[in-house]
């Protein structure tokens, strides 16, 4: 009995000296996670506010090619067609350019997203799955796997592939804007701001 009585304050220091090292190792790593988590939102919200950026200078682009392409079309119409011609199918060739642009974004950027709501399906399950979700968990392993999918699978796609298309896109629009403004001053004899 004294043995055990010895060997009992030995167990409980060793204990105690373990709940102290899994205590001290805890915060850092839970707040590391939640860092880690917190600059993922940041991360998504910054992409996602580039991508509606992009997405309204594509809408005021094409608005204004709307009314662009009807003055062009209603300048022309009382000129000699001979005159014209050269720069209807300068147009027609830009449109048509443009038009196979504008069809490739939609497809990408509905894949993209897609992705994205299967991985957010990903982290519901995992937040589901998981009732202990301290640090050093399946949990924690679990959610950094999450966190990696999403940062290659949305975020690097996001940059890497749809804003260089719809950067490349509304360069293209711009330049046909200026150029249906270049020839509706050249038609009306005067400039187009």
């Not at 915060?27 to 919200?45: E, K, N």
């Not at 050269?86 to 038009?99: F, G, L, P, W, Y």
């Not at 260089?164 to 050249?186: C, H, T, W």
Request: hydrophobic share 40%; glycine share 4%; net charge positive.
């Amino acid at each position: 009995m004294t043995a055990t009585l010895r060997r009992f304050p030995a167990a409980i220091g060793l204990l105690f000296l373990g709940c102290l090292v899994f205590l001290s190792a805890s915060p850092a790593s839970a707040a590391s996670l939640v860092d880690d988590y917190h600059q993922l939102v940041a991360q998504r919200q910054k992409l996602e506010a580039e991508r509606k950026k992009y997405e309204a200078e594509q809408a005021r682009l094409a608005a204004q090619q709307k009314s662009l392409l009807t003055l062009f079309f209603q300048c022309i119409s009382r000129q000699k067609k001979d005159l014209w011609e050269e720069k209807v199918s300068q147009a027609d060739a830009i449109t048509k350019k443009i038009e196979e642009m504008r069809l490739k974004l939609p497809p990408l950027r509905k894949e993209i997203d897609k992705n994205r709501k299967e991985l957010e399906k990903e982290r519901q399950a995992i937040e589901a799955r998981h009732t202990h979700k301290g640090p050093g968990t399946p949990y924690e392993l679990d959610f950094r796997h999450y966190i990696k999918g999403l940062q290659d699978r949305y975020f690097h796609r996001l940059a890497s592939e749809l804003f260089p298309g719809y950067e490349a896109y509304i360069r293209e629009m711009a330049a046909y804007n200026q150029f249906l403004k270049d020839s509706v001053g050249l038609c009306m004899g005067q400039k187009i701001d």
